[in-house]
């Protein structure tokens, strides 16, 4: 403080050192609620965008409920197919072919309906949901304002991944529980009855069909991540489901031409329809157990691309 005379009276003034003082106290009362990350105190990276939040916006959309009411309707609609009058000439192929067999039990139904729906819709429903995620987001101008939160781009991948994953396989299991119940209502809740003669009972007709449903979901993987890495590269979400599904219908009609020889064997989708060994007795695995490891490299692939690009791009919309 120092003293200063004015007309005789004397008076206290702040001195320059004491208004420093004064300013640096003011201004540690903000710092005190920073972290030495810079992070306001308090601030927990893994408290945002929460798995639960995620999946109830996901779920409220109209394309999610368009989805399951897909999946809902598509198995009344192939049993209404059927029941009107469906050719009894099977088509050729070279695995186990299942529509002369469709109407001879729910569970065959059931498999049916998978075989019908493996190469093109179930193909279709995974890009969607994996596809639609981040690109979305980034079309509707709102992923730069979840950034800055803020949320880490890690996380809020990863949290769009697990909620896509959620959809999808949600999706997959709506379609055969409507097919179970659906068909075994209009045909009978009998055993399996497979085009090779082999029958199997209802116990171990579900556990067969729960193993073909795993291995599907993590087949179908391929065109999922496939999907969820062209979502981190455009703004257009039709850019990046339609740039997995025309990859996926590529490798298919390739896997076509038999002058391919062996390399066929190595495109995403070689093994798609391997879960039919499951209606073998004994079972043979061979195809399964490479087609469960070869999706689950390609898809390692293509997630860790989308990571990787994700964590590089400049978020401007």
């Keep these: 403080m ?9 008076s206290l003034a702040p001195s320059a050192g004491d208004r420093g003082a004064e300013r640096g106290r003011s201004r540690g009362t903000d710092t005190d609620h920073v972290q030495p990350t810079g992070a306001v105190a308090g601030y927990r ?3 945002t965008l929460r798995l639960s939040v995620e999946l109830r916006r996901q779920f409220k959309r109209r394309r999610t ?5 897909l999946m809902v309707a598509l198995p009344l609609i ?3 197919a059927l029941q009107l ?5 099977a088509a050729e192929n070279n695995r186990i072919n299942l529509v002369d067999v469709a ?3 729910g569970l065959n139904f059931t498999l049916f309906v998978l075989f019908a729906t493996t190469g093109f819709f179930l193909v279709v429903v995974y890009a969607l949901c994996f596809g639609d995620t981040v690109a979305s987001e980034a079309q509707w101008g709102s992923l730069r304002y979840a950034l800055a939160t803020p949320v880490p781009r890690a996380r809020l991948l990863r949290q769009k991944f697990y909620a896509a994953l959620v959809q999808s396989v949600g999706a ?5 529980v409507v097919a179970v119940v659906a068909g075994g209502i209009a045909f009978g809740f009998d055993d399996i009855r497979t085009p090779v003669g082999v029958t199997l009972g209802q116990g171990e007709g579900m556990l067969r069909l729960a193993g073909m449903l795993g291995y599907l979901a993590v087949h179908l993987l391929v065109v999922g991540s496939l999907a969820f890495w062209f979502s981190t590269i455009t703004d257009a979400p039709l850019a990046a489901v339609g ?4 990859t996926m219908f590529v490798f298919a009609i390739l896997d076509q031409v038999e002058q391919l020889g062996a390399i066929r064997d190595w495109f995403p989708t070689a093994e798609e329809f391997a879960w039919t060994d499951l209606l073998q007795t004994p079972v043979d695995s061979g195809d399964m157990f490479r087609g469960v490891i070869q999706s689950l490299v390609y898809a390692a692939i293509f997630t860790a691309l989308a990571f990787r690009h994700f964590s590089r791009r400049d978020v401007t919309s």
């Design 172 to 176: 997959l299991l709506v379609l055969a």
């Design 103 to 105: 109407t001879s039990s």
């Design 45 to 47: 990276p893994e408290r």
């Design 78 to 80: 192939l049993i209404a």
């Design 85 to 89: 009058g469906a050719s009894e000439e």
């Design 2 to 10: 120092t003293t200063t005379e004015n007309d005789g009276r004397a």
């Design 243 to 246: 740039g997995a599904v025309f």
């Design 65 to 69: 409920l368009g989805i399951f009411a």
